[in-house]
């Protein structure tokens, strides 16, 4: 069945560092990439998605890459902060059929270290 | 605070029982999702409903089942309840579609003994 890979699971940067987190996906129908920020004891969050008909979208010191050939998308965090620890989730979903699907990555552990 | 509303926090039954849970969406929005948080399997999606109808379903169970009513609230039902469904339910909402952002609610921890 459908799935997205997410790399790596675990993460630690130092303060101030990039970090970059990867997905892969294997239904090539899907067309809607969220990224989903959940701290320890709290909610997921949107922290910004992408479309396919667009290649990368940028949000302060957040950005997300898709390469549809490839079927896998990352995202950039630069200028690392403490507040930036927390666990991140990809989702992949394919909006275009009657009913979607929606399938979440396993989730990357960022720890930024000050 | 997200303006989705679940109840309740903690829920703690015992194998083979049956619970609900309970989810107010935002203000407006039409759309209410569940999900499953679990050690193990991450976060599942599990389905949507769109203003009282069902959207698309992840990969819940036979042994759930949901519904939204008309003021737009939606329960989720898990009967027959095993060990391995102990986990973080959150709900969430958004204006229409699964394109649109969606607020999660607080989560309602389940633990079956």
């Known amino acids: 069945g459908e799935n997205v890979e997410q790399h790596p699971s675990t993460l630690s940067v130092q303060e101030g560092d990039s970090a970059v987190i990867k997905c892969t996906y294997s239904d090539s129908a899907s067309n809607y990439f969220p990224w989903y920020k959940q701290e320890l004891g709290k909610r997921p969050q949107l922290i910004i998605d992408?479309?396919?008909?667009?290649g990368e979208k940028k949000d302060q010191r957040i950005a997300v890459t898709l390469n549809k050939t490839a079927k896998h998308f990352s995202l950039h965090i630069t200028e690392t902060q403490p507040e930036d620890s927390a666990v991140y989730f990809c989702a992949a979903a394919d909006t275009t059929s009657g009913t979607y699907k929606y399938i979440f990555g396993t989730g990357t552990r960022l720890k930024v270290l000050a | 605070d997200s303006g989705v509303t679940q109840t309740p926090k903690h829920l703690i039954t015992a194998t083979g029982q049956r619970v609900t849970l309970r989810c107010s969406p935002r203000?407006?929005?039409?759309?209410v999702y569940w999900y499953q948080q679990s050690l193990d399997q991450g976060l599942q999606f599990l389905i949507q409903y769109y203003n009282g109808e069902e959207r698309a379903k992840g990969n819940i169970l036979e042994r759930f089942s949901a519904q939204q009513f008309p003021d737009l609230h939606s329960e989720l039902n898990l009967s027959s309840l095993e060990l391995g469904d102990s986990a973080l339910y959150f709900c969430?909402?958004?204006?229409?579609?699964?394109?649109?952002?969606?607020?999660f609610g607080p989560g309602t921890r389940l633990t079956v003994l």
């Open positions: 969430a909402s958004s204006v229409v579609g699964v394109t649109d952002t969606q607020y």
């Open positions: 992408i479309r396919s008909n667009v």
């Open positions: 203000s407006g929005d039409l759309s």
